[in-house]
């Protein structure tokens, strides 16, 4: 009897129960459950899910009255709306309908390597592109799995059978870390649109293929699977970067799926950081706080180096006061800033984290203190940021720091600064693909409205300027 699943619990003797814990997170929605049913329908259809679509009161009501399982993966979908409706996440769990098949959360049953295949078809054919698109970011998939997940993905790693064919040796790894690196720069410089598609092309056709090879040894096969989770890190991040988050979502999830089964705790706080980096820009503010924790947690940051912990902690400011908890991120920002001391030349550093130092540092304080409400604050760490930049290696980064340093001047009033500041923010995006860089300008140009009535010329100049700029930057 201790193996039974919530579901079966319910059932004694052939006597069905109510299932209590569906009914009060129904409740607590105040929905009824036709306006449910109406939701639960639009959030399969947004995953090509027709049957789904189609459900009716009568369903919910049977699932709750005599707690009867759903089939299939009406279990995931429910629990999706249910999450999207309340602003956290709900798991099959709280519902009550677990079963070995549902007890993981939403997005981690698949196979890394079957995940990653699925993306690849994804990227070459519009119809399945447009379908991954259409499925949407999901706060339900923010729920990460239990402990036991990872340590099942480490073990499944090191016991992947060896396939026939060309060897994969220590040259090939070298190989597709400096590709990766050169993407990383790339992106660093030019914004997630350049390359994106050669990135996930290279991803989901050269390296896949390579995971699934045969390999020289353990090391050559862990330091693979990390490679191809910084890359699909990459390619979640230049998405999340052009504001196709429901794709990026994805890539994350894989690339966590792999730096799981190369046993690489540091790789895997890394990509939660982005994780919950993208949860706080979405407005998922609890969310942020838990994948920020989670990043933080046992050997993630233990064998992580001074300088990626720092980026950790630094982001983990931001949930915080994203979510309004104003202490602790002060507390947070402080341990950032003390790892980024510590860290020095000698460190082994990942080639993943050469982009975070000082001024990155700087520009997400500032970002933390303008969530607080500090401005005075919030505008000398987004100048100290500028200064400190090599603006030629990290154009994309530069550019939204001089645009939200432009608007915090505009919020307290300071509008002929805040027109110099964009002004050069404008200049800086020349040869920047970038949805944050573009949302930054639509972003200066509400600012700039109420400015321009009152007919003030370097605003109206700004406005041409950037119109003509969003113009170009949707061609």
């Given at each position: 009897?201790?193996?039974?699943?919530?579901?079966?619990?319910?059932?004694v003797?052939?006597?069905?129960?109510r299932?209590?814990q569906?009914?009060?997170?129904?409740?607590?929605?105040?929905?009824?459950y036709?306006?449910?049913?109406?939701?639960?329908?639009?959030?399969?259809?947004?995953?090509?899910?027709?049957?789904?679509?189609?459900?009716?009161?009568?369903?919910?009501?049977?699932?709750?009255?005599?707690?009867?399982?759903?089939?299939?993966?009406?279990?995931?979908?429910?629990?999706?709306?249910l999450s999207?409706?309340?602003?956290?996440?709900?798991?099959?769990?709280?519902?009550?309908?677990?079963?070995?098949?549902?007890?993981?959360?939403?997005?981690?049953?698949?196979?890394?390597?079957?995940t990653?295949?699925?993306?690849?078809?994804?990227?070459?054919?519009?119809?399945?592109?447009?379908?991954?698109?259409?499925?949407?970011?999901?706060?339900?998939?923010?729920?990460?799995?239990?402990?036991?997940?990872?340590?099942?993905?480490a073990?499944?790693?090191?016991?992947?059978?060896?396939?026939?064919?060309?060897?994969?040796?220590?040259?090939?790894?070298?190989?597709?870390?400096?590709?990766?690196?050169?993407?990383?720069?790339?992106?660093?410089?030019?914004?997630?649109?350049?390359?994106r598609?050669?990135?996930?092309?290279?991803?989901?056709?050269?390296?896949?293929?390579?995971?699934?090879?045969?390999?020289a040894?353990?090391?050559?096969?862990?330091?693979?699977?990390?490679?191809?989770?910084?890359?699909?890190?990459?390619?979640?991040?230049?998405?999340?970067?052009?504001?196709?988050?429901?794709?990026?979502?994805?890539?994350?999830?894989?690339?966590?799926?792999?730096?799981a089964?190369?046993?690489?705790?540091?790789?895997q706080?890394?990509?939660?950081r982005?994780?919950?980096?993208?949860?706080?820009?979405?407005?998922?503010?609890?969310?942020?706080?838990?994948?920020?924790?989670?990043s933080?947690?046992?050997?993630?940051?233990?064998?992580?180096?001074s300088?990626?912990?720092?980026?950790f902690?630094?982001v983990?400011?931001?949930?915080?006061?994203?979510?309004?908890?104003?202490?602790?991120?002060?507390?947070?920002?402080?341990?950032?800033?003390?790892?980024?001391?510590?860290?020095?030349?000698?460190?082994?550093?990942?080639?993943?984290?050469?982009?975070?130092?000082?001024?990155?540092?700087?520009?997400?304080?500032?970002?933390?203190?303008?969530?607080?409400?500090?401005?005075?604050?919030?505008?000398?760490?987004?100048?100290?940021?500028?200064?400190?930049?090599?603006?030629?290696?990290?154009?994309?980064?530069h550019?939204?720091?001089?645009g939200?340093?432009?608007?915090?001047?505009?919020?307290?009033?300071?509008?002929?600064?805040?027109?110099?500041?964009?002004?050069?923010?404008?200049?800086?995006?020349?040869?920047?693909?970038?949805?944050?860089t573009?949302?930054?300008?639509?972003d200066?140009?509400?600012?700039?409205?109420?400015?321009?009535?009152?007919?003030?010329?370097?605003?109206?100049?700004?406005?041409?300027?950037?119109?003509?700029?969003?113009?170009?930057?949707?061609?």
């Amino acid at each position: 009897m201790m193996n039974e699943t919530p579901a079966e619990r319910r059932q004694v003797r052939g006597v069905a129960r109510r299932n209590d814990q569906l009914a009060a997170v129904i409740a607590e929605t105040d929905l009824s459950y036709a306006q449910l049913a109406q939701a639960v329908g639009r959030v399969a259809a947004e995953s090509g899910n027709h049957r789904l679509a189609s459900v009716g009161r009568s369903h919910i009501a049977h699932w709750v009255a005599d707690g009867s399982m759903p089939s299939g993966d009406a279990p995931t979908v429910l629990a999706e709306t249910l999450s999207r409706r309340l602003g956290r996440v709900v798991t099959v769990d709280e519902l009550g309908m677990s079963t070995p098949q549902t007890s993981t959360p939403l997005g981690w049953t698949a196979d890394t390597l079957t995940t990653l295949a699925d993306l690849g078809r994804g990227n070459v054919d519009i119809e399945r592109r447009s379908v991954l698109r259409a499925a949407g970011y999901s706060v339900a998939a923010l729920a990460l799995p239990p402990d036991s997940w990872w340590e099942a993905k480490a073990r499944q790693g090191t016991s992947r059978a060896s396939r026939a064919g060309r060897l994969i040796g220590t040259g090939d790894l070298e190989a597709i870390r400096e590709t990766v690196q050169m993407f990383t720069q790339i992106d660093q410089r030019r914004g997630g649109g350049h390359a994106r598609s050669a990135v996930t092309q290279y991803l989901t056709t050269d390296v896949a293929s390579m995971l699934r090879a045969a390999h020289a040894s353990q090391d050559v096969r862990r330091g693979l699977f990390s490679t191809a989770g910084e890359l699909a890190y990459l390619s979640g991040w230049m998405a999340f970067d052009a504001h196709d988050h429901a794709i990026a979502q994805k890539y994350f999830t894989v690339a966590t799926q792999l730096a799981a089964e190369a046993d690489d705790p540091p790789l895997q706080g890394h990509i939660l950081r982005a994780m919950a980096h993208q949860a706080v820009d979405l407005g998922h503010s609890r969310q942020a706080v838990r994948l920020a924790k989670a990043s933080l947690a046992g050997r993630r940051s233990v064998l992580a180096s001074s300088r990626e912990r720092a980026l950790f902690e630094v982001v983990h400011a931001r949930a915080l006061a994203a979510d309004h908890q104003g202490p602790a991120a002060a507390r947070a920002l402080v341990r950032a800033e003390s790892n980024l001391h510590a860290a020095t030349v000698g460190d082994n550093e990942p080639g993943r984290i050469f982009f975070f130092a000082e001024a990155s540092l700087a520009h997400e304080t500032a970002c933390t203190l303008r969530d607080l409400g500090d401005l005075d604050g919030a505008t000398d760490q987004f100048r100290r940021s500028v200064q400190l930049r090599e603006a030629a290696n990290f154009r994309r980064t530069h550019a939204v720091t001089l645009g939200y340093l432009g608007a915090v001047q505009a919020r307290q009033g300071a509008v002929e600064e805040a027109c110099a500041t964009w002004s050069t923010a404008l200049e800086a995006m020349d040869g920047v693909q970038s949805g944050r860089t573009r949302q930054t300008v639509v972003d200066m140009r509400s600012a700039l409205s109420p400015f321009r009535a009152r007919r003030i010329t370097a605003a109206d100049e700004l406005d041409r300027r950037a119109a003509r700029y969003l113009a170009s930057a949707a061609r």
